[in-house]
């Protein structure tokens, strides 16, 4: 099925030579080839980390990602490896950034393609060697809010679930069994008030994250079935429904494995990070009033630097050692902020403020269609019955 999304659609009437290779033409390139886009395996990692703790965090070249790995580097217990699309363009962010030298490495993942995936394991288990991976940060994402039309990945996927899902999923599956071997070992992934309909950003405003009876999964989600429910693609909730199926997986992941595996899986919303790159597809005039507004108006702003520190926070604080737990800051956006004495909004999830157990909407927690949503990824995802932790203790 997914060949669909790179072979010419067949029609009645055999087309000519020279329609044929106009169509051919119009296909967009594959976004991984492996021929030309794998890296070679790097190799002696053990004797870089030393006694340090592995961590992968993936999208660590811009934003949250970046001030995660940069604020894990600077901890000096930690060895990042930096999971990104761009390998030349990450090792320029670590420099540029001042990353500590021999505190981090630099590898191709292409979440849009569920072999990059792949790929990526296998080159990390060729650098690490033995020494088993501790920590695994699931932050990247991609959002769309203007396009008409859905874009896909290399295996015919919407690109918003295939990106932000369905690669990750596919990342910690392959990941969980080595993962196992480390003590105190923790798998985040980034969650969103917009999946969280019991939350300002993801209640009242428009479109809702739903997944109603999952039609889209279902059928297969290739193309041209762009939404899980089904219905007609929408570039807003196509994302707010990527982060629902993120948090879902968090939960179904504990449920499943926390007890039989001793990983810690948990989420985290991080507050507005108004200025991220993730708002890129939107307009200059929202690019540069949505920051104002978020942070003199609702009080939910935080900058990269702080929200950074939330994640890494996550990854190392004792307090985050429990499983199965959605962390937020300064009242979770469930509110608009309120003023204090200070003159600025508090309460609204942005700067300051300190780290709690935040409660996921009904949606979120509703475990019959969450089970459903693991089940489903684990066939879209490509993933063979071997290769699937059996449930339980």
């Known amino acids: ?99 500590p030298d021999n505190s981090y490495t630099v590898m191709k993942l292409e979440l849009a393609s569920l072999q990059s995936v792949r790929d990526f394991v296998a080159n990390l288990k060729a650098f690490k060697s033995a020494r088993p991976l501790t920590h695994l940060v699931c932050n990247a994402a991609v959002y769309l809010p203007k396009d008409p039309k859905p874009s896909w990945t290399d295996d015919g996927y919407e690109m918003s679930m295939g990106v932000n899902h369905l690669g990750h999923f596919l990342l910690t599956q392959l990941l969980i069994p080595d993962m196992q071997k480390a ?56 994302y707010k429904d990527s982060k629902v199926m993120n948090m879902m997986t968090v939960s179904e992941l504990h449920r499943r494995y926390h007890k039989k595996t001793g990983v810690t899986f948990s989420s985290m919303y991080p507050g507005c990070i108004a200025e991220t790159q993730l708002f890129r597809e939107k307009r200059q005039w929202f690019r540069k009033i949505f920051p104002l507004f978020m942070k ?53 999830g942005g700067a300051g403020g300190e780290i709690f157990e935040n409660q996921q909407s009904d949606a979120v927690q509703d475990r019959e269609t969450a089970k459903k949503v693991f089940d489903l990824s684990c066939k879209l995802a490509g993933l063979k019955d071997k290769e699937i932790l059996p449930d339980g203790p």
């Open 1 to 99: 099925m997914s060949s669909l999304a790179r072979t010419a659609t067949a029609t009645t009437k055999p087309l000519t030579p020279v329609k044929m290779s106009l169509e051919f033409d119009m296909l967009p390139p594959p976004i991984y080839e492996k021929q030309k886009d794998s890296e070679a395996p790097k190799i002696l990692g053990g004797i870089k980390i030393g006694l340090r703790k592995l961590v992968v965090v993936t999208g660590a070249s811009s934003g949250l990602g970046r001030e995660c790995a940069r604020a894990l580097c600077n901890n000096g217990n930690y060895f990042v490896v930096m999971a990104v699309r761009d390998v030349e363009k990450g090792k320029a962010v670590a420099k540029k950034y001042k990353f």
């Open 296 to 348: 003199y108006v609702t009080g939910g702003y935080v900058g990269e630097e702080e929200a950074g520190e939330r994640l890494a926070q996550v990854v190392d604080d004792p307090i985050c050692a429990k499983s199965g737990v959605y962390w937020s800051w300064n009242g979770g956006a469930q509110t608009v902020g309120r003023y204090d004495a200070s003159g600025k909004p508090k309460g609204a």
């Open 183 to 238: 003590k105190g070992a923790r798998c985040i992934i980034v969650g969103s008030i917009t999946g969280n309909t019991n939350t300002v950003g993801g209640g009242l405003v428009y479109p809702k994250a739903d997944l109603g009876l999952l039609k889209g999964m279902e059928q297969g989600a290739q193309k041209p079935i762009a939404m899980m429910d089904g219905k007609k693609y929408d570039g807003a909730k196509a």
